[in-house]
């Protein structure tokens, strides 16, 4: 699910409150046993100070989500809610100096260009202006050291229950119920109650 929704938000404990930026980490390698991530974010962001320090952080990737209307179960009628799921990791932060910065950078171009298709590379740009552009970014890996996987997709709902929310979300119009419907859908995991 990282991989598909990698717009994550990364959040932190500040001295004085905790912090949060949205930004999209990528797995480091294309290894499936790969336990680093990859990000950048605004130098100016108040959030870069605790990402230019080693420490901890928690990292929250939201995938499709929807709101569940009562009158969809077929069986009963209960209280309005959602499904989603979602992916918290955790990890330690290790900056990234300034001569690590722009293979860094061409990385995170790189994934980004494939998720479209594309091919545009960093070395468009003139040495000058990324030499004046790559002090106002600071770069990280995020080390992972617990990873968790969370889904609400109605499993402990019966399979009438389950098919009526199905189908009400095919006939609706929320973002991403492609997917949602196609897990609600297949055959439940008893023991996979939260996961």
């Not at 494939?114 to 202006?129: K, N, T």
């Not at 109605?154 to 006939?171: P, Y």
Request: net charge negative.
């Amino acid at each position: 699910m990282i991989r598909a929704y990698p717009f994550a938000t990364v959040i932190t404990c500040g001295q004085d409150t905790p912090e949060a930026t949205q930004t999209p980490l990528f797995f480091e390698t294309e290894d499936p046993g790969c336990r680093t991530l990859i990000g950048h974010i605004a130098r100016i962001n108040p959030q870069a100070g605790e990402l230019m320090a080693p420490g901890p952080v928690l990292a929250v990737f939201n995938g499709p989500s929807a709101y569940v209307s009562p009158s969809w179960y077929v069986e009963d009628e209960d209280v309005p809610t959602w499904i989603y799921r979602s992916v918290h990791l955790r990890g330690e932060i290790e900056p990234v100096d300034s001569s690590g910065m722009r293979a860094l950078m061409e990385r995170i171009i790189a994934l980004s260009e494939s998720r479209i298709g594309g091919a545009w590379q960093l070395s468009r740009i003139p040495d000058a202006d990324i030499a004046r552009m790559m002090p106002r970014i600071i770069g990280f890996r995020i080390h992972l050291t617990a990873l968790k996987g969370i889904s609400k997709l109605e499993q402990t709902r019966s399979a009438a229950n389950r098919a009526g929310v199905a189908a009400g979300l095919e006939a609706g119009e929320e973002i991403g119920k492609d997917l949602l419907v196609d897990l609600l859908r297949r055959p439940r995991n008893p023991e996979c109650i939260g996961c």
